[in-house]
C-alpha cells in the first residue's frame, strides 16, 4: 500500500469524522457545548413566520431614488433586528418595494407596525401653548403630509401618555382641566408652524428605563450640539410648556420646571409600546412613508410538513441512486455511496458552519447537488469500464479513468456554477429569497461534490487497487464475456 494514499485516506476519515459530528443535531454529542451556535437556521417556508411587501409611497415634491430606497431599507433592517428575529431577510424589490420575511415572529401586529410606522421624532416650541395629545402640527420641518402614509394605509400614530424630561430636571406633564384631547380642534398645515428644537436625527441613543415611579419608559441621549441648543432652550423656557411629536402628531407637552441638558425620558402607555419605539428611535426615521401591500402569516405546521416530505423524497432518492450504482457498477459503485454519505455530512456541516438559511428551495438545491455528485461517479466509472475494455491493467486503468473524465467534471461544474452566481444575482437583486437559497445550497453541493469525486473517491479506488485484496474485473464492472474478449489476466 502506497504511503501518500494511506494520509489521504487519514484525512478524509478526519473529515468525515468531524462533518458528521457537527451535522448531528445540537444535543447529540454537544461537548463542552461547542455545537451551542452551530445550528441550521430555518427560513420562513420551514418554521413559520411573517413575510411582508412594503411599497414606498413618496410624498408631494418627494423624489424616489435607489438611494432613498436602499437608506430606508436600512433602516427597516435595524429596526428588525431589533425585533430579535432570527435570520430575518430584507431586500429591495424594483424601483419602489421593500420585501421582509421574519421567521418565527411571536407578534405579526406588532411587526408590521414596527416596520410601517415613520417614527419622525420632534421637539418643538409650543410658543407658551399646551398642546393637547393627538394633534397634528406643521413644523419648520414640514407638515403632516411629509410623513403621512397613502390613502388607507393606517397612518404612525402612537398614542401615548405625557413625555417628561430628564428625570433630574424634575419635568412633568401640563394638565389641561376640562379639554378632551379628541374635541381640541387638529391644527392645519395653514395654522401655526411650530419650531422644531431637537429631532430624532439628533438622539444618540434610546433605550429602555424606569421613571421615578418605578414604570418603563423611553430614556434618550442627545448629541453635542442638540444637547446644547436643548439646554439653551429649557434654560430660557422654565415654566412653560414644550411639545413632543411622533410623525406630526402630539403625544405630550410637558411643562419644562428646570434647564435639560443631554438625557431626557419620554412616557408611553404600557412596555409593548416603550419596546416598539425604543427600536424606531434607534434605527432612525424612515425617508419615505410605507405602504403595506401584502403580508402572509405562515404556519410553522407547514414548514415541518414540508421537512417531512423532503426528508422522505431526500431518503428515497439516495437509496435509488445507490441501489443502482452498486447494481451497475459493482465495487466501484459501493465506494461511490460511501464517498457520498460522506459528502452529505461535509455538505451539511458547511451549511451549519456559514449560517446558510435553509428553506425548502434552498433542500431542493441540496438533493439536486447529490445528483451531480453521483453523476460526476458515473463519468468516472463509465471510463474506468472503456479502460478496462481495453486491456489496461487495473492499476492504470483506474487512473486514466480518473484523468481523462476530470475535463468533462470540471467543465460541467463549472457551468452549474456560473448558472448558481446568476440565480444568487438575480434572486438578490428581485428579493426573491427562494431563488437565491436554491444557488446557495446548489453551489456549495456542486464545490463539496468535487472533493467527493476526485479525492474521495479517487483514493478510495487506489487504496483498494494497490491492496490487491480484489483484482477480480467482475467486481468493477467487467463480466466474464467481456474478460475473454479483453484477455487480460488479472
Not at 405 to 410: D, L, T, V
Amino acid at each position: 500500500m502506497r504511503i501518500r494514499p494511506l494520509y489521504t485516506f487519514l484525512l478524509i476519515l478526519l473529515i468525515s469524522a468531524g462533518a458528521t459530528w457537527l451535522a448531528l443535531p445540537t444535543d447529540v454529542l454537544n461537548i463542552g457545548g461547542v455545537k451551542d451556535d452551530v445550528d441550521i437556521n430555518e427560513g420562513l417556508d420551514l418554521q413559520g413566520g411573517l413575510q411582508v411587501l412594503l411599497e414606498a409611497r413618496p410624498v408631494a415634491g418627494q423624489d424616489l431614488d435607489s438611494d432613498t430606497l436602499a437608506g430606508t431599507r436600512d433602516t427597516i433592517e435595524r429596526r428588525v433586528n431589533g425585533l430579535g428575529v432570527s435570520e430575518p431577510v430584507v431586500q429591495t424589490r424594483g424601483d419602489d418595494q421593500i420585501s421582509v420575511e421574519l421567521p418565527g415572529v411571536d407578534d405579526p401586529d406588532e411587526a408590521i407596525r414596527v416596520l410601517q410606522e415613520t417614527a419622525f421624532l420632534e421637539i418643538i416650541d409650543s410658543q407658551g401653548q399646551s398642546i393637547p395629545e393627538g394633534a397634528v402640527l406643521t413644523t419648520n420641518l414640514g407638515g403632516p403630509e411629509t410623513v403621512q402614509a397613502a390613502e388607507g394605509t393606517p397612518g404612525a400614530s402612537p398614542v401615548a401618555s405625557p413625555v417628561a424630561g430628564s428625570p433630574a430636571a424634575g419635568a412633568s406633564p401640563a394638565a389641561s382641566p376640562g379639554a378632551s384631547p379628541a374635541a381640541e380642534p387638529t391644527p392645519t398645515p395653514d395654522g401655526p408652524v411650530f419650531t422644531t428644537i431637537v429631532q430624532g436625527s439628533d438622539l444618540e441613543d434610546a433605550y429602555i428605563t424606569t421613571d421615578q415611579l418605578g414604570r418603563q419608559v423611553v430614556g434618550f441621549d442627545l448629541k453635542g450640539d442638540a444637547a446644547d441648543r436643548f439646554f439653551e432652550f429649557t434654560s430660557n423656557n422654565i415654566g412653560r410648556p414644550m411639545s413632543i411629536l411622533v410623525d406630526k402628531q402630539v403625544i405630550s407637552s410637558p411643562v419644562i420646571n428646570g434647564a435639560i441638558s443631554d438625557q431626557g425620558i419620554i412616557q408611553v402607555p404600557n412596555a409593548q409600546e416603550v419596546r416598539a419605539l425604543v427600536l424606531q428611535l434607534k434605527a432612525g426615521s424612515l425617508q419615505v412613508p410605507l405602504e403595506v401591500v401584502s403580508s402572509n402569516l405562515i404556519g410553522p405546521s407547514l414548514g415541518q410538513d414540508s421537512i417531512d416530505r423532503s426528508l422522505i423524497a431526500g431518503i428515497i432518492g439516495l437509496g435509488t441512486v445507490a441501489l443502482f450504482m452498486i447494481l451497475y457498477y459493482r465495487l466501484p459503485g459501493l465506494l461511490s455511496v460511501v464517498a457520498l454519505l460522506i459528502y452529505t455530512a461535509v455538505s451539511f456541516a458547511i451549511f451549519k458552519l456559514i449560517g446558510v438559511t435553509l428553506t425548502l428551495a434552498g433542500i431542493a438545491g441540496f438533493i439536486l447537488s447529490i445528483g451531480m455528485a453521483v453523476d460526476a461517479n458515473v463519468l468516472i466509472f463509465a471510463r474506468l469500464k472503456e479502460e478496462l475494455r481495453t486491456g489496461r491493467t487495473l492499476d492504470r486503468a483506474v487512473e486514466a479513468a480518473f484523468t481523462n473524465a476530470f475535463p468533462s467534471i470540471r467543465d460541467s461544474n463549472a457551468s452549474t456554477l456560473i448558472t448558481c452566481a446568476i440565480l444568487y444575482y438575480f434572486g438578490n437583486s428581485t428579493g426573491t429569497t427562494i431563488i437565491t437559497g436554491f444557488a446557495i445550497t446548489l453551489g456549495i453541493g456542486v464545490l463539496v461534490s468535487l472533493f467527493s469525486a476526485v479525492l474521495v473517491s479517487r483514493n478510495f479506488m487506489r487504496l483498494m487497487v494497490s491492496s490487491g485484496a480484489i483484482r477480480d474485473r467482475w467486481w468493477y464492472g467487467i463480466d466474464h464475456a467481456e474478460r475473454q474478449a479483453v484477455g487480460t489476466g488479472d
